[in-house]
């Protein structure tokens, strides 16, 4: 075949290093599928020149790409310290207070969230990714908490406070949050990812508020707290999300980081049994930063990744504030490509029962067939890239073309395996017809080209998928 098609696609942070039309576009050439926008930064003044960026950087490369909003979440950090520093000793105890507007460099220090309405005494709190542990001792007003110090350190101006046992009771949507969700409503955006969920209740929640306000953005939940590795809570989250990102860097501060690799695993193995996209994400090439190579011990990360039948690989510093952006992605391209070519992805058990149990036999049945003729992709017909998503869900080491005459199914399909996505007016041939204008320009190298079609009687109409055709294109 002479189109090089990475199968675990890539989702790159924009940030300074690469906020312009001109890098976004290296980006997507270099090998990128999807944008993240961290709104934890930035204003929206910034996001209206992004997203059109994206937008024109996507139509001049000639592949939909799909867009991320990430909410900043319960984030909770310190506010400014006196001299940005403030020593503390085991033993030591210090007051968290949310009505203290500047700090006077004694022990009662600033914080952006009022933590006394929420945490209960013996719970442990860590502050700047767990170098400082504390343990509340207690709630000494309506807005100040007081810790006791359990091991020598610092602490700076606006690091960030992890609470792994305090419940925030459904309340993980801030008000900063929800003016970004309604800054979004109306924007071109295929994903909200939603941080620090504790529940499906919280994922419940955000697609009231989406589907209230029009927007058909699909919410990914991110699993960065003790409360959502819970083997139940966990399956429900995946049941109740479109997606899953491993959070990975809160979840090792909040849960510790042995546990990571392992909830990794089964969060993947969980989100293919069920059809849902799945992101591993933070730190993947953390030394690219200020590297041009990545560590050994990172590309065997990414690799890892690829084995176990991720969707998608994100960079988040690399690509938003590191000096070696587009080496970062290359690199990662090329460690897919080697993996996804000498080693097979694992199994998973069966599928679990479907949302829609027809199309997830046929799209189970278009895989085992394509594989024992040994196609040169599966054409999926698919109005809301649901016949697409399923078919990735059976992870074929062959292309899915996907035909859909939804822009926003398109940009979704960007992030999915082995996916790549067309826009094109519905029709009973749609699939055929652009197998045919793949074959022309010599996207399967210039040869007659077997495909499987995966399609519906009704083009168009959403859940109608009932065929499978095997067809020679010349």
Same mark, same amino acid.
């Given at each position: 075949?002479?189109?090089?098609?990475?199968?675990?696609?890539?989702?790159?942070?924009?940030?300074? *290093?690469?906020?312009?039309?001109?890098?976004?576009?290296?980006?997507?050439?270099?090998?990128?599928?999807?944008?993240?926008?961290?709104?934890?930064?930035? %204003?929206?003044?910034?996001?209206?020149?992004?997203?059109?960026?994206?937008?024109? +950087?996507?139509?001049?490369?000639?592949?939909?790409?799909?867009? &991320? !909003?990430? &909410?900043?979440?319960?984030?909770?950090?310190? @506010?400014?310290?006196?001299?940005?520093?403030?020593?503390?000793?085991?033993?030591?105890?210090?007051?968290?207070?949310?009505?203290?507007?500047?700090?006077?460099? %004694?022990?009662?220090?600033?914080? !952006?969230?009022? $933590?006394?309405?929420?945490?209960?005494?013996?719970?442990?709190?860590?502050?700047?990714?767990?170098?400082?542990?504390?343990?509340?001792?207690?709630?000494?007003?309506?807005?100040?908490?007081?810790?006791?110090?359990?091991?020598?350190?610092?602490?700076?101006?606006?690091?960030?406070?992890?609470?792994? /046992?305090?419940?925030?009771?459904?309340?993980?949507?801030?008000?900063?949050?929800?003016?970004?969700?309604?800054?979004?409503?109306?924007?071109?955006?295929?994903?909200?990812?939603? %941080?620090?969920?504790?529940?499906?209740?919280?994922?419940?929640?955000?697609?009231?508020?989406?589907?209230?306000? @029009?927007?058909?953005?699909?919410?990914?939940?991110?699993?960065?707290?003790?409360?959502?590795?819970?083997?139940?809570?966990?399956?429900?989250?995946?049941?109740? #999300?479109?997606?899953?990102?491993?959070?990975?860097?809160?979840?090792?501060?909040?849960?510790?980081?042995?546990?990571?690799?392992?909830?990794?695993?089964?969060?993947?193995?969980?989100?293919?049994?069920?059809?849902?996209?799945?992101?591993?994400?933070? !730190?993947?090439?953390?030394?690219?930063? /200020? +590297?041009?190579?990545?560590?050994?011990?990172?590309?065997?990360?990414?690799?890892?990744?690829?084995? !176990?039948?991720?969707?998608?690989?994100?960079?988040?510093?690399?690509?938003?504030?590191?000096?070696?952006?587009?080496?970062?992605?290359?690199?990662?391209?090329?460690?897919?490509?080697?993996?996804?070519?000498?080693?097979?992805?694992?199994?998973?058990?069966?599928?679990?029962?479907?949302?829609?149990? =027809?199309?997830?036999?046929?799209?189970?049945?278009?895989?085992?067939? +394509?594989?024992?003729?040994?196609?040169?992709?599966?054409?999926?017909?698919?109005?809301?890239? #649901?016949?697409?998503?399923?078919?990735?869900?059976?992870?074929?080491? &062959?292309?899915?073309? %996907?035909?859909?005459?939804?822009?926003?199914?398109?940009?979704?399909?960007?992030?999915?395996?082995?996916?790549?996505?067309?826009?094109?007016?519905?029709?009973?041939?749609? @699939?055929?017809? $652009?197998?045919?204008?793949?074959?022309?320009?010599?996207?399967?190298?210039?040869?007659? *080209?077997?495909?499987?079609?995966?399609?519906?009687? =009704?083009?168009?109409?959403?859940?109608?998928?009932?065929?499978?055709?095997?067809?020679?294109?010349?």
């Amino acid at each position: 075949m002479s189109v090089i098609f990475k199968r675990t696609k890539i989702l790159a942070t924009l940030g300074p *290093a690469t906020n312009t039309p001109e890098m976004i576009e290296k980006l997507l050439l270099e090998g990128v599928n999807g944008i993240r926008l961290n709104f934890s930064h930035g %204003s929206f003044e910034e996001r209206d020149e992004q997203l059109p960026w994206i937008r024109e +950087a996507s139509k001049k490369v000639g592949k939909p790409v799909a867009i &991320l !909003q990430d &909410l900043q979440g319960p984030k909770i950090r310190l @506010g400014a310290l006196a001299d940005n520093r403030f020593d503390v000793k085991k033993g030591d105890e210090i007051v968290l207070d949310f009505a203290v507007e500047e700090h006077d460099g %004694s022990n009662r220090l600033p914080v !952006q969230y009022n $933590l006394a309405t929420k945490v209960k005494v013996g719970e442990p709190i860590y502050i700047f990714d767990g170098k400082v542990r504390t343990t509340v001792v207690d709630i000494s007003s309506d807005t100040a908490i007081t810790l006791k110090v359990e091991n020598d350190g610092v602490l700076m101006s606006k690091k960030g406070i992890n609470l792994p /046992d305090t419940d925030f009771g459904g309340d993980i949507l801030t008000p900063k949050d929800l003016k970004d969700i309604e800054y979004g409503l109306d924007k071109d955006i295929d994903y909200v990812a939603l %941080s620090f969920v504790q529940s499906p209740d919280d994922i419940h929640n955000l697609r009231q508020i989406l589907t209230a306000g @029009g927007s058909t953005a699909q919410i990914i939940a991110k699993i960065e707290t003790k409360a959502a590795v819970k083997d139940d809570v966990m399956k429900a989250i995946v049941d109740a #999300a479109d997606g899953i990102m491993v959070a990975r860097g809160d979840l090792a501060v909040e849960a510790g980081a042995e546990i990571v690799p392992i909830v990794q695993r089964r969060l993947i193995s969980l989100c293919r049994e069920y059809n849902k996209l799945v992101i591993v994400a933070t !730190q993947m090439m953390a030394s690219m930063v /200020d +590297a041009p190579e990545p560590t050994r011990a990172e590309v065997g990360d990414v690799a890892n990744a690829v084995i !176990q039948g991720a969707d998608a690989v994100m960079l988040s510093d690399e690509t938003a504030n590191g000096s070696y952006p587009l080496e970062a992605v290359a690199a990662m391209k090329k460690t897919i490509l080697y993996t996804q070519d000498n080693a097979p992805v694992v199994e998973v058990k069966d599928h679990t029962v479907p949302a829609n149990a =027809q199309r997830d036999a046929i799209s189970g049945a278009a895989v085992h067939l +394509a594989e024992q003729l040994k196609v040169d992709a599966i054409i999926a017909e698919t109005k809301s890239g #649901a016949t697409a998503t399923n078919i990735a869900g059976y992870r074929p080491n &062959l292309p899915i073309i %996907s035909v859909t005459s939804e822009p926003r199914a398109a940009q979704q399909l960007a992030l999915n395996y082995a996916n790549r996505s067309y826009i094109r007016p519905d029709g009973e041939k749609a @699939g055929l017809e $652009l197998a045919k204008e793949l074959v022309a320009e010599g996207f399967f190298g210039g040869k007659p *080209a077997t495909v499987i079609i995966v399609s519906g009687r =009704q083009p168009g109409l959403e859940g109608a998928t009932d065929t499978i055709r095997v067809r020679v294109i010349e």
